[in-house]
């Protein structure tokens, strides 16, 4: 099916405080998930300020190794749609909270550990409200499609843990439990910004998966071949095709 099919544009009724409904166009959901541990020891800030860092551990990084980052409805021409209800830009916490059926809730907190930093509020701020979905909706979606890529190939990464993965390996992976995903799936490296020697490496740091909107329901629908999203490759900043995967342990 071709995106131009697909395609479609979102009427919402906006927050209190906003006068006219907005227009929102998006063409495919970009699904960004963390390795947490590369995350934290990107700034040495992070290891010390942030409570999704603080409480990292063996045990939590095995069990969930891939974490919600956020669901973002986006554009082929990159003109991604952003703060569509209004909201202030200022810390994370000084926005609204969220409020999420008990169920969700807690889905949300297991594969979010950031909650604990409100990224959930800014994400629904800045990317949610364009989807057209009320909250609840969007935010169990989007804790349901970080458990299908986490038991697809969050066992693979966890068991590199403290050393080099093949993306290669992964994408066979892939293949084998859920065939789907192979060829939605992207993975992006990143050399940190420690200060030390040692971790100075191109850490594995987000899996990015595209899916279709469905256009029946306008949440993600099916996996969305990543050259379709504008991706030439499914291998970003990991050399030789290979991806160190950090440990949360110092």
């Known amino acids: 099916m071709h995106w131009k099919t697909w395609l479609i544009a ?12 907005a227009r929102v166009e998006y063409d495919y959901y970009l699904l960004a998930l963390s390795v947490a541990p590369a995350f934290c020891e990107d700034a040495p800030q992070r290891k010390r300020g942030y409570a999704q860092c603080q409480a990292l551990s063996e045990r939590g990084f095995k069990a969930m190794p891939l974490t919600l980052h956020g669901l973002w409805p986006n554009r082929l021409d990159r003109r991604h749609p952003a ?4 909201e202030s830009r200022g810390a994370f916490c000084s926005l609204p909270a969220l409020k999420l059926p008990a169920g969700t809730r807690a889905k949300l907190e297991r594969t979010m550990p950031a909650t604990a930093d409100c990224l959930d509020r800014y994400q629904w701020a800045k990317h949610g409200s364009c989807s057209g979905l009320d909250t609840g909706t969007y935010f169990a979606a989007a804790a349901a499609l970080t458990e ?6 969050g066992n693979e990464i966890a068991g590199h843990m403290g050393r080099e993965v093949s993306l290669a390996v992964l994408r066979e992976a892939l293949a084998k439990a859920d065939p789907a995903l192979k060829d939605a799936v992207t993975f992006d490296c990143r050399m940190p910004r420690t200060p030390d020697p040692a971790k100075r490496r191109a850490m594995l740091r987000e899996v990015r998966v595209v899916f279709e909107r469905d256009p029946e329901t306008g949440a993600p629908g099916r996996p969305l071949d990543f ?24």
């Open 10 to 21: 979102l009427t919402w009724l906006p927050l209190a405080g906003c006068a006219e409904p």
């Open 83 to 86: 703060w569509c209800g209004g």
């Open 148 to 153: 299908r890529v986490n038991r697809a190939i």
């Open 227 to 250: 050259t379709r999203a504008g991706a030439r490759h499914y291998n970003s900043g990991c050399p030789q095709g290979r991806a160190y995967v950090d440990t949360p342990l110092d």
